[in-house]
């Protein structure tokens, strides 16, 4: 009955989320409270590394994109399920760090890491680097040649794939800040250069084609492009490249009418695709790694607010409005997300109250939803938001000042906070 299965409905007729009554969880942390269903990103992790036993012989990793959510407690998760952490940051690198992650795991992304970030990722001894362009190449080789290290690199590559997504997520293209096109020939060129470089191993190649994407063929077609490129590296320059990172994008459920494809749909393309090509091209199939973000935690997560007012426009509309927005969730007036709402204190009634659902920002475009049925609300009510465990808490923003919510981790039944919520005195720490 709710788009996720991290949500149920108890008996007394509450909304939950991994076993715990949201109602209760919004009374004990106040709102608004990003709740997120710890098994249900623990199962979501073990979608993927069994995958990976299954499809590829366990030859692979899947890096959590930890750009959906990053904060300490999320990074102990993925490392306990045995998951890699690709950051494209130093801040989510420091982050990953003090949470105690692996750096091993690690694989550090961003289409412009600073020599800082260059720096700190070198010295904490990262597995891999991300690399997206020459000038960058060159920063890190100078880097590692300062520290007497070698690191192990992976390229990034467009594989001019479209993923058939909104405009803004759609990151295959030629023409994209990320990477560089293989079309062009400048592919082939970073890799004469990466290998002249003596500070740097180049181990294999990486693409990304998009996100929320919902059928397997951009995958297949990706697959099929990058390993034909590889064996065109073999034969142009001997190098033999043993590793191919196929990014994230794997599409979750926010709306009843979104329909993914159960990931071993995915995987058992792409392992077919894989094997087929390495065949036909006489290559040896290289390790696997993915980078899902998304899929581990979108649908693990759920926002709750509560409605301060409820404004009826004579012939216009209606809106609910609660105590939260675009600071905590930019996503509608990013990109006109969707999301599944329900009133969490009334989930067993009827929806058929049709509502906007608003912030309390000063910006007409604070919405969270709109046109939307919900069951009649009121002053006090507790609205649950569903699906947002990814790129909400990671984008929030402090506009007018609002401090960012606090988050918990529920697993059976039992909440944990993960964040604390934040205070004035914390909006003033930086202030001189
Ligand atoms: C954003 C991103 C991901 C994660 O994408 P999802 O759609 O959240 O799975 C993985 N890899 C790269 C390089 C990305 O930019």
């Given at each position: 009955m709710f788009v996720s299965d991290a949500c149920a409905l108890n008996d007394a007729g509450h909304l939950t989320v991994g076993g715990a009554d949201t109602v209760e969880l919004a009374e004990r942390f106040g709102t608004p409270l990003y709740v997120m269903d710890e098994e249900k990103i623990r199962r979501n992790c073990r979608d993927f590394t069994s995958a990976i036993n299954k499809y590829f012989h366990g030859n692979g990793l899947a890096y959590y994109a930890s750009k959906a959510l990053c904060c300490k407690a999320i990074c102990r998760v993925a490392a306990e399920e045995g998951m890699g952490l690709d950051v494209v940051s130093g801040g989510e690198l420091y982050t990953a760090l003090e949470a105690g992650f692996p750096p091993q795991r690690i694989a550090f992304h961003g289409n412009n890491k600073s020599e800082e970030e260059i720096f700190l990722g070198v010295e904490a001894g990262v597995g891999r680097f991300m690399v997206d362009n020459a000038d960058e190449l060159e920063a890190l080789d100078a880097c590692a040649a300062k520290l007497n290290k070698t690191v192990c690199i992976h390229l990034r590559l467009s594989p001019g794939v479209d993923a058939h997504v909104h405009d803004f997520i759609k990151t295959g293209k030629i023409d994209s800040k990320f990477g560089v096109a293989i079309q062009t020939g400048q592919a082939m060129e970073l890799i004469r250069l990466a290998l002249q470089k003596k500070h740097v191993q180049l181990t294999g190649l990486h693409c990304h084609i998009g996100s929320?994407?919902?059928?397997?063929e951009p995958f297949v077609l990706a697959t099929q492009v990058m390993i034909r490129f590889m064996a065109e590296v073999r034969a142009q320059t001997g190098l033999l490249l043993q590793e191919l990172t196929l990014g994230g994008g794997f599409g979750v459920r926010y709306v009843p009418a979104d329909d993914p494809k159960p990931l071993d749909v995915y995987m058992q393309a792409i392992s077919s695709a894989l094997e087929t090509t390495c065949s036909d091209t006489d290559l040896p199939v290289p390790a696997l790694f993915f980078e899902p973000g998304r899929y581990i935690v979108a649908a693990a997560g759920v926002t709750l607010y509560k409605v301060g007012c409820v404004k009826e426009i004579p012939g216009y509309r209606s809106y609910t409005l609660v105590d939260g927005g675009m600071p905590d969730n930019p996503r509608y007036i990013l990109y006109g997300a969707e999301y599944d709402v329900t009133v969490a204190n009334k989930a067993s009634l009827p929806k058929n109250y049709l509502t906007t659902l608003a912030g309390k920002c000063c910006e007409s475009g604070d919405l969270i939803q709109e046109n939307i049925l919900l069951q009649k609300p009121q002053r006090g009510d507790i609205v649950a938001v569903l699906t947002t465990g990814a790129y909400n808490y990671s984008m929030a923003s402090h506009y007018n000042r609002l401090p960012n919510p606090a988050m918990v981790l529920v697993r059976n039944g039992e909440a944990k906070p993960a964040i604390r919520r934040e205070t004035y005195q914390d909006l003033l720490r930086n202030d001189l």
């Open positions: 929320q994407i919902f059928s397997e």
